[in-house]
């Protein structure tokens, strides 16, 4: 196993202080949840305005913060601002044990997820670190990522959402729509058009105190997913000062992609830990399960979707995990400023495969539960939506294609 790129020492140590946290730490809070009439962690209650039931966020909000003082939920940062260090490959590893693990638990939320610290925000100034990069790595405050508007989606460039200057401050106006973690968020990284006309450095990316006065948080937006996570926000002449503008004026297109590549890449080791429970869950059913006397298992036609199962998730990891130590050692890595020219091929093959894979995967294990894996609540049938679901965020299956030609064409047949 240790020939694998990324399966280092410190991956196996962060893996066994995981497990042991999930069973004396996450256990005795899911346990206490359960006996309450909120929900599951991933198919919680919502509330009469169809937000997250707020005892499933509460659980969710102590896992993060347990998870910070056991040194558990940052192992993607950098050293330099306090994080654990680890690469693209390593964390490959590190997601799959934590979602093959974690399963739909509260153990999910161990590992900062959208709303925790990402590597966008490694670029934010001393003042600002202090402010809202440590708490937020101490799992005290929580983030969100606004970028996409009601009219704009994949086409980020035609934004809406304007930041103009007054004095050293800045002035902010707009609404953001499909944001998640919108109810919540402490704080949010919003991008706004600073100077209109100049393409990809038309955009920068503020620090916006959710408290601060013209915040406010807009409606609901109900999904697929069901979590009452994903809203609306709304900025009605928010002051921000200077030093919350994270990296340089200009620099917003280059860091909501990396915010939104790094969301990329998560899916590698999330699609192979989830696809594995889903594999490993099919499996049990096809041999408990029995038709004509015999478990489902020994017919060839259940035979042929579980090795199927399996040929997808042993392809999207294996693609993944080469993916991503090629990205580790391009110069400037997965997220630099400015990003390597050879970084969006790479990490659009990882979004596009899994995405499509999981999707795969997810099918087939509702169908070998047959009407079990269609109930309402069960693993198969909310992986299921999250899989079809994964398709459309952090950039759509059509536009990691558009980013992969690209990046084939501009390499050229040199190679
Ligand atoms: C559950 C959920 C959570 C989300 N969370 C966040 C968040 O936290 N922060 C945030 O900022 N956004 C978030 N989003 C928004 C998400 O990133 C966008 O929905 C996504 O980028 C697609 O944009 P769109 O919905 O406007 O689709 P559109 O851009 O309208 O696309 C519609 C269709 O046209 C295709 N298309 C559009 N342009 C092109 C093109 N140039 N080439 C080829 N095909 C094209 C697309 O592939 C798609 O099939 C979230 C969305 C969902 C559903």
Same mark, same amino acid.
């Given at each position: 196993?240790?020939?694998?790129? !990324?399966?280092?020492?410190?991956?196996? $140590? #962060? @893996?066994?202080?995981?497990?042991?946290?999930?069973?004396?730490?996450?256990?005795?809070?899911?346990? $206490?949840?359960?006996? =309450?009439?909120?929900?599951?962690?991933?198919?919680?209650?919502?509330?009469?305005?169809?937000?997250?039931?707020?005892?499933?966020?509460?659980?969710?909000?102590?896992?993060?913060?347990?998870?910070?003082?056991? *040194?558990?939920?940052?192992?993607?940062?950098?050293?330099?601002?306090?994080?654990?260090?680890?690469?693209?490959?390593?964390? %490959?590893?590190?997601?799959?044990?934590? #979602?093959?693990?974690?399963?739909?638990?509260?153990?999910?939320?161990? &590992?900062?997820? +959208?709303?925790?610290?990402?590597?966008?925000?490694?670029?934010?100034?001393?003042?600002?670190?202090?402010?809202?990069?440590?708490?937020?790595?101490?799992?005290?405050?929580?983030?969100?990522?606004?970028?996409?508007?009601?009219?704009?989606? @994949?086409?980020?460039?035609?934004?809406?959402?304007?930041?103009?200057?007054?004095?050293?401050?800045?002035?902010?106006?707009?609404?953001? /729509?499909?944001?998640?973690?919108?109810?919540?968020?402490?704080?949010?990284?919003?991008?706004?058009?600073?100077?209109?006309?100049?393409? +990809?450095?038309?955009?920068?990316?503020? &620090?916006?105190?959710?408290?601060?006065?013209?915040?406010?948080? *807009?409606?609901?937006?109900?999904?697929?997913?069901?979590?009452?996570?994903? *809203?609306?926000?709304?900025?009605? /002449?928010?002051?921000?000062?200077?030093?919350?503008?994270?990296?340089?004026?200009?620099?917003?297109?280059?860091?909501?992609? /990396?915010?939104?590549?790094?969301?990329?890449?998560?899916?590698?080791?999330?699609?192979?830990?989830?696809?594995?429970?889903?594999?490993? =869950?099919?499996?049990?059913?096809? %041999?408990?399960?029995?038709?004509? !006397?015999?478990?489902?298992?020994?017919? %060839?036609?259940?035979?042929?979707?579980?090795?199927?199962?399996?040929? $997808?998730? #042993?392809?999207?990891?294996?693609?993944?995990?080469?993916?991503?130590?090629?990205?580790?050692?391009?110069?400037?890595?997965?997220? *630099?400023?400015?990003?390597?020219?050879?970084?969006?091929?790479?990490?659009?093959?990882?979004?596009?495969?899994?995405?499509?894979?999981?999707?795969?995967?997810? $099918? =087939?294990?509702?169908?070998?539960?047959?009407?079990?894996?269609?109930?309402?609540?069960?693993?198969?049938?909310?992986?299921?939506?999250?899989?079809?679901?994964?398709?459309?965020? /952090?950039? @759509?299956?059509?536009?990691?294609?558009?980013?992969?030609?690209?990046?084939?064409?501009?390499?050229?047949?040199?190679?």
């Amino acid at each position: 196993m240790t020939s694998q790129p !990324g399966r280092t020492d410190r991956v196996t $140590d #962060y @893996t066994r202080r995981f497990a042991a946290f999930l069973d004396d730490e996450v256990a005795p809070l899911e346990a $206490d949840l359960a006996e =309450r009439d909120v929900g599951t962690p991933w198919n919680p209650r919502l509330d009469e305005a169809g937000r997250m039931h707020p005892a499933v966020w509460e659980a969710r909000r102590e896992v993060q913060r347990r998870s910070a003082a056991a *040194g558990l939920y940052n192992p993607h940062v950098s050293v330099a601002v306090g994080g654990g260090g680890f690469s693209r490959a390593e964390m %490959q590893h590190v997601e799959e044990f934590v #979602y093959r693990h974690a399963g739909l638990g509260l153990g999910l939320a161990a &590992l900062a997820w +959208t709303e925790g610290a990402n590597p966008a925000l490694e670029h934010c100034s001393d003042a600002a670190r202090e402010r809202w990069l440590a708490p937020l790595m101490a799992g005290e405050i929580t983030a969100a990522f606004a970028n996409t508007e009601i009219s704009v989606g @994949t086409d980020v460039l035609a934004m809406e959402t304007r930041a103009r200057r007054d004095g050293s401050d800045w002035i902010l106006d707009g609404t953001k /729509a499909w944001i998640t973690n919108a109810h919540f968020a402490d704080v949010v990284q919003v991008t706004a058009v600073t100077e209109p006309g100049a393409g +990809t450095r038309s955009l920068s990316m503020f &620090l916006v105190d959710a408290s601060a006065p013209g915040f406010t948080r *807009g409606r609901d937006i109900p999904t697929m997913l069901d979590d009452g996570l994903t *809203g609306e926000l709304h900025l009605d /002449a928010v002051r921000v000062p200077a030093e919350h503008v994270v990296g340089e004026v200009g620099d917003g297109f280059g860091l909501a992609m /990396a915010w939104i590549n790094w969301r990329r890449l998560c899916r590698g080791g999330m699609c192979a830990g989830w696809g594995e429970w889903l594999l490993a =869950r099919a499996l049990d059913r096809a %041999q408990r399960r029995t038709s004509g !006397g015999a478990p489902i298992a020994e017919l %060839q036609a259940v035979q042929h979707m579980l090795a199927d199962m399996d040929a $997808d998730v #042993y392809a999207a990891r294996a693609a993944s995990l080469l993916a991503q130590s090629e990205l580790d050692a391009l110069p400037g890595g997965a997220f *630099g400023l400015p990003l390597h020219a050879d970084a969006p091929r790479l990490t659009s093959l990882v979004k596009v495969i899994n995405d499509e894979a999981f999707f795969r995967v997810a $099918d =087939r294990a509702v169908q070998v539960h047959g009407g079990t894996g269609l109930r309402l609540g069960s693993p198969e049938e909310k992986l299921f939506r999250l899989a079809r679901n994964l398709k459309i965020p /952090a950039g @759509t299956v059509e536009i990691q294609r558009n980013a992969i030609a690209r990046g084939l064409i501009r390499r050229g047949t040199g190679r």
